[in-house]
C-alpha cells in the first residue's frame, strides 16, 4: 500500500491568501508529492520483480483527489482508494485513517513520502508506525526485500552517513530523494488507468474524528531578499562585515 498526497506543484510559485489565510490553491497546477511518487516507484519495482501481487494507491482529501490517484494507477498501480475529506487533514489525522486502511487492507508493507512538499511535516510515516505498532525505515535510500525471509532491509541517510536496518515485515518506510527516479506515465496507461476501480470511503464510515490541536494564525510571505553587490577588495567586504552587518 502506497499513500500518495496531492499538493501544488513543485515548479509553481507559491502565492499567499490576500488574508493571509493560507496558500492560494485556486487555478494553480496540482500534481502529486514528489516524494510520494518515489514512494510509488518504490511499490511497482518490488512488484516487477515478483515480491508484492498488487500495488494499492492510496490519498485521502476533496474530490479532486482522484485525479492524483488516476495518476498513481497510470503509473502502474493496480487499484486507488480514495478516503473523501473536504477539510483539511492533519498528520495525526492521516495516520488514523491509514491504520483503518490497514485493518481492511491488510497490506505486507506501506510505503510513503518522508514528508509532502506543502506542510513539511515529516510525520506521518513514524504516527502510523507507532499507531500500527510496525517497524519504521524512515529517510530510505535503499530497500531490499527478503520474501523468504519476511524482512526487508533499508538503508537510511544519516547526518554522519549510512545506517543500514533490517526490519521485519509487515513494517512502514519512507522515501528519500535518492531511492529511484520515478517513471513517466505513458499515453496507453493514461486510458487505461481510466478503467481501473478506485474505491471510495467516508470519515464516517472508517469512525476516525477530524480535529486539530494546531491553528493558523497567519501565512505571510518570507522577506525579498535585497540585491547583491560586487566588492573589490577584502579589506572593503571587511568593512562592510564590520561596519554594516555587525558581524564581526
Not at 89 to 113: C, F, R
Not at 115 to 142: E, H, R, V, Y
Not at 184 to 192: R, S, V
Not at 225 to 238: H, M, N, T, Y
Request: glycine share 6%; hydrophobic share 40%; proline share 5%.
Amino acid at each position: 500500500m502506497v499513500a500518495v498526497k496531492r499538493v501544488v506543484d513543485y515548479a509553481v510559485k507559491i502565492r499567499v491568501k490576500p488574508d493571509k489565510s493560507g496558500v492560494e490553491t485556486q487555478n494553480v497546477k496540482m500534481s502529486m508529492n514528489p516524494f510520494c511518487e518515489i514512494a510509488l516507484e518504490e511499490a511497482l519495482k518490488i512488484k516487477e520483480s515478483g515480491l508484492a501481487k498488487e500495488v494499492v494507491a492510496v490519498s485521502m482529501g476533496p474530490s479532486n483527489c482522484v485525479d492524483t490517484l488516476r495518476t498513481g494507477l497510470a503509473m502502474g498501480a493496480d487499484r486507488a482508494i480514495h478516503v473523501e475529506a473536504s477539510r483539511d487533514l492533519v498528520p495525526l489525522t492521516v495516520a488514523k485513517l491509514l491504520k483503518k486502511l490497514v485493518e481492511i487492507e491488510n497490506p505486507g508493507l506501506l510505503i510513503l513520502g518522508k514528508q509532502a512538499i506543502d506542510d513539511d511535516c515529516n510525520q506521518t510515516g513514524q504516527m502510523i508506525a507507532g499507531l500500527l505498532g510496525w517497524p519504521q525505515g524512515t529517510f530510505a535510500s535503499k530497500v531490499v526485500l527478503d520474501k523468504e525471509k519476511q524482512v526487508a532491509t533499508v538503508d537510511r541517510e544519516v547526518d554522519g552517513g549510512l545506517e543500514t536496518l533490517c526490519l521485519d515485515l509487515p513494517a512502514v518506510i519512507t522515501t528519500d530523494l535518492r531511492l529511484n527516479q520515478p517513471r513517466y506515465a505513458t499515453l496507453p496507461n493514461i486510458m487505461k488507468a481510466k478503467s481501473k476501480p478506485i474505491k471510495k470511503f467516508t470519515l464516517e464510515e472508517l469512525n476516525v474524528e477530524i480535529k486539530s490541536d494546531l491553528e493558523v494564525v497567519q501565512v505571510t510571505e518570507p522577506p525579498k531578499r535585497k540585491a547583491g553587490v560586487i566588492l573589490s577588495s577584502v579589506d572593503e567586504l571587511i568593512d562592510k562585515l564590520k561596519n554594516e552587518a555587525h558581524v564581526i
